[in-house]
Nanobody
Framework: QVQLVESGGGYVQPGGSLRLSCAAS??????MGWYLQAPGKQRELVAA???????TILDSVNGRATISRDDAKNTAYLELRNLKPEDTGVYYCKTRSGPTYWGQGTQVIVSA
């Protein structure tokens, strides 16, 4: 089956860090993005990586995030550092080339 599965979310205190994973199956993952849907907010792109591996980090997490992809594992990652309460929400991965596929999300809660 074609799917994207996010993992790595959880509860973390402000200033902590998390590494989110996006595992693809049934197709080869290339260009993709990470999106945050905060409570009561529109889903927004926070980071993207091109088919060639070039990263783009959006202003909300600039300086605190790294996006990467391991082609051998067909998995993309989002490392979040110095987490803030406003980083709270459900993080989704999505393809940005070929057919559009969304994962079902992994929840991040940043709270003391």
């Amino acid at each position: 089956q074609v799917q994207l599965v996010e993992s790595g979310g959880g509860y973390v205190q402000p200033g902590g860090s998390l590494r989110l994973s996006c595992a693809a199956s049934g197709f080869s993952l290339n260009a993709m993005g990470w999106y945050l849907q905060a409570p009561g907010k529109q889903r927004e792109l926070v980071a993207a990586i091109s088919s060639g591996g070039s990263p783009t980090i959006l202003d909300s997490v600039n300086g605190r995030a790294t996006i990467s992809r391991d082609d051998a594992k067909n998995t993309a990652y989002l490392e979040l550092r110095n987490l803030k309460p406003e980083d709270t929400g459900v993080y989704y991965c999505k393809t940005r080339s070929g057919p559009t596929y969304w994962g079902q999300g992994t929840q991040v809660i940043v709270s003391a």
